[in-house]
Nanobody
Framework: QVQLVESGGDLVQAGGSLRLSCAAS????????IGWYRQAPGKERETVAF??????NYADSVKGRFTISRDNTKNMVYLQMNSLKPEDTAAYYC??????????????WGQGTQVTVSS
């Protein structure tokens, strides 16, 4: 059973920083894609940043402020968030596309961690 567990969400003032962590556990093959999405109340879930095929992708709204990184030895992915704005307030979800032992890809989601940025 593969699990993604996020941590690091908190209440922070505008201009502050937070670091989110996501730990992938269980049995799986390769990590095809791993990253972060967020969903604010009343809005659709949106892509924040992800790693795929050695490259990174960021939403325009977070470019220059957020940095995604990965520790392959620990199956961890991180999201360093700087210069936070009230509009960054959302539940942040870790997402991963992993292969199983048969080589089939499956998508997994974490339970989410809340980030609240006060003005």
């Amino acid at each position: 059973q593969v699990q993604l567990v996020e941590s690091g969400g908190d209440l922070v003032q505008a201009g502050g920083s937070l670091r989110l962590s996501c730990a992938a556990s269980g049995t799986f093959g390769a990590i095809i894609k791993i990253g972060w999405y967020r969903q604010a109340p009343g809005k659709e879930r949106e892509t924040v940043a992800f790693l795929i095929s050695g490259g990174t992708n960021y939403a325009d709204s977070v470019k220059g402020r957020f940095t995604i990184s990965r520790d392959n030895t620990k199956n961890m992915v991180y999201l360093q968030m700087n210069s936070l704005k009230p509009e960054d307030t959302a539940a942040y979800y870790c997402n991963a596309v992993l292969t199983d032992r048969l080589g089939l890809s499956r998508t997994y989601w974490g339970q989410g961690t809340q980030v609240t940025v006060s003005s």
